[in-house]
């Protein structure tokens, strides 16, 4: 089994709400990931948790917030976000000590009003 | 900054060719080599891993590592329209951070 589930699917939020997007895995990973991507762009990776812990933030501004509350689930929190950071919000993970693949979920597409 | 590079594309072959996608990558410390295959408006799917010097085969799909020249390659043999999406080459680092390339789209015309 190699599923990452993510919800919602689409959001379409202003710039003054807040929302979170949710990630979920069940394979025993330690290391999860959010990723965000443009249109025809690779993915860009934003932040990284190793054993529950945040052990890279690529300088992401301060509006998006990683949770990571146990091991197999991953919180993005939004707040006051702009238009440009609509996107596709990808989440994967990966086992931290073992191998080094990734595994994505389906994205959150996400719409800033 | 670390880069990796891929030819944008597209790349069109016609069905039942071998389709070749390349990537080279400035970080000599890097240990782990993915491709990963994406169709229009969803996410990246593992197709591949490489971790040593040599070919890997999979099925219709063998991935090239060449760690002296930074230079990773996918193949793609009997290649089906459904093979039709964007090629994505990712590179970790030390730190488990993984870069992606542009990415390559390969079109397969039956």
């Known amino acids: 089994d190699t599923e990452v589930t993510q919800t919602p699917k689409h959001l379409v939020m202003g710039m003054t709400n807040k929302k979170s997007l949710k990630c979920e895995q069940h394979?025993?990973?330690?290391?999860m990931y959010w990723y965000k991507q443009k249109a025809k762009k690779p993915p860009e990776l934003m932040f990284v948790?190793?054993?529950?812990?945040?052990?890279i933030n690529e300088s992401v501004p301060s509006r998006f917030s990683p949770e990571c509350p146990n091991s197999s689930l991953l919180n993005l929190h939004l707040h006051a976000l702009q238009p440009e950071d609509s996107a596709l919000y990808l989440c994967?993970?990966?086992?931290?000590?073992?191998?080094?693949?990734?595994?994505f979920g389906p994205g959150t597409r996400l719409t800033v009003t | 900054q670390k880069e990796v590079e891929q030819n944008s594309g597209p790349l069109s072959v016609p069905e039942g060719a071998i389709a070749s996608l390349n990537c080279t990558y400035s970080?000599?410390?890097?240990?782990?080599f993915f491709w990963y295959r994406q169709y229009s408006g969803k996410s990246p799917e593992l197709i591949m891993f490489?971790?040593?010097?040599g070919d890997k085969e999979d099925g219709r799909f063998t991935a090239q590592l060449n760690k002296a020249s930074q230079y990773v390659s996918l193949l793609i043999r009997d290649s089906q329209p459904s093979d039709s999406a964007t090629y994505l080459c990712?590179?970790?680092?030390?730190?488990?951070?993984?870069?992606f390339g542009a990415g390559t789209r390969l079109t397969v015309k039956p």
């Open positions: 994967a993970s990966s086992h931290r000590d073992r191998t080094y693949e990734q595994y």
């Open positions: 394979m025993g990973h330690r290391a």
């Open positions: 948790y190793s054993y529950e812990k945040l052990s």
């Open positions: 970080d000599r410390g890097s240990q782990s």
């Open positions: 490489i971790y040593s010097n």
């Open positions: 990712a590179v970790v680092g030390g730190l488990n951070d993984m870069r």
